[in-house]
């Protein structure tokens, strides 16, 4: 049985050491995880398969408990059906690049959800000083069955609009 888990809350160490030791002691195998830390603040995303005597509610228990003890703000635990054949697998980068401004993420995530592109990953941050700050969003899209010239022409009006670089590039063989 598969479970997506979820933890937010103030950054400190220990928090995936203490996850994962409760799930390893409930027969749960990690097999797809991602962690950030975003200005003191942590989100980890797992996806958990237990074996199949395993009991969801435990599972949900356990992790309350771990919660508690790191004074997590939240911790959720959702069954996932079975989407193996749904799963979508990047095919593209793109790199936005440009000074920050409100709009620059709705822009190029508006444009592709009307072509029906999915964005598997995104990241932004805010570099440069404080005078001249400079904001990088990356992204990892699939195209699915829609043609990379049109991606990059809508995408071109939108760097356009928001005065930004956009740049979008076949994905090299995945390492991880």
């Known amino acids: ?5 979820t933890a937010i809350g103030r950054d400190r160490p ?7 030791g409760a799930l ?7 097999e797809d995880s991602q962690m950030s830390i975003l200005r003191g603040h942590f989100a980890v995303m797992l996806i958990v398969r237990l074996s199949g005597e395993a009991d969801p509610g435990r599972l949900e228990a356990r992790l309350e ?6 004074d997590l703000e939240a911790v959720t635990v959702s ?3 079975d989407l193996e054949g749904a799963v979508a697998r990047p095919s593209h980068v793109l790199s936005v690049y440009g000074a920050d401004r409100p709009g620059i993420v709705h822009g190029v995530t508006s444009a ?8 598997t990953n995104l990241e932004t941050r805010l570099s440069g000083g404080p005078d001249s700050p400079l904001y990088v969003m990356l992204l990892e899209i699939s195209l699915g069955d829609t043609p990379a010239e049109d ?8 760097a356009a609009r928001s005065e930004v670089e956009v740049s979008v ?3 090299q063989a995945d390492a991880l």
């Not at 049985?1 to 888990?5: D, K, L, Y």
């Not at 220990?14 to 994962?20: E, F, L, M, T």
């Not at 390893?24 to 990690?30: M, Q, T």
């Not at 991606?151 to 939108?158: H, I, P, Q, S």
């Open 14 to 20: 220990g928090i995936v050491a203490a996850i994962s």
């Open 112 to 119: 592709l959800a009307q072509l029906g592109v999915n964005i």
């Open 65 to 70: 408990e771990v919660a508690q003890g790191l």
């Open 169 to 171: 590039r076949p994905l």
């Open 24 to 30: 390893f002691e409930l027969g749960g195998n990690i």
């Open 1 to 5: 049985m598969e479970f997506a888990v």
């Open 79 to 81: 069954a996932l059906e």
């Open 151 to 158: 991606v990059e022409a809508a995408l071109g009006e939108v």
